[in-house]
């Protein structure tokens, strides 16, 4: 049936929700996603932040995540999206998937335990740290050869408790 809501997270907040047709979306702390299903198409958009999603299987109505100026598409699996300054992060865990642009660019095709990330006009598709990359469900924030800053960045969106580097140049620091 044709369902419509918006979905908001605030900082440290993670929030799991169902979905009209039984699937299910995570939340990361900040994000924001609209959801609009009708009869013919599943449809979220993720305004900001970072969703998780578990389609369930249908092959009649694809399930659509845009991103900026990104769709990716797939008939059911579990998938996660990032929209943010960089562009998206689309996570493939498991299913198939398929990203185009908004314009209806080539679509790239991701495969499970890949990652398709980077702006629409040039994305980068490569093998996903699964583990790594969605440990967030489970409370935890993983870095590996990231500037401190961008660590800062991620650990006060998860809390409250928030951490300011003593001088910017530390931001830096790998």
Do not use: C, M
Not at 64 to 72: L, S
């Amino acid at each position: 049936s044709a369902a419509q809501a918006t979905i908001r997270t605030g900082v440290g907040e993670r929030l799991t929700a169902p979905l009209p047709d039984g699937s299910r979306v995570t939340l990361a702390p900040l994000s924001k996603i609209r959801v609009k299903f009708t009869s013919k198409v599943r449809a979220v958009r993720l305004d900001e932040g970072q969703a998780y999603f578990e389609a369930r299987r249908a092959s009649d109505r694809p399930f659509r995540v845009t991103a900026g100026d990104q769709i990716a598409e797939s008939a059911g699996g579990r998938f996660q999206v990032t929209f943010g300054e960089g562009g998206s992060q689309i996570l493939l865990e498991e299913g198939a998937l398929q990203v185009a642009t908004a314009e209806g660019a080539v679509a790239h095709k991701v495969a499970a335990g890949q990652v398709l990330s980077g702006p629409a006009a040039a994305p980068r598709l490569a093998a996903a740290d699964l583990e790594g990359l969605t440990a967030w469900r489970g409370g935890r924030l993983v870095f590996d050869d990231e500037a401190l800053s961008d660590v800062v960045a991620a650990f006060n969106r998860y809390s409250s408790d928030q951490l300011v580097l003593a001088r910017p140049e530390l931001g830096a620091i790998r």
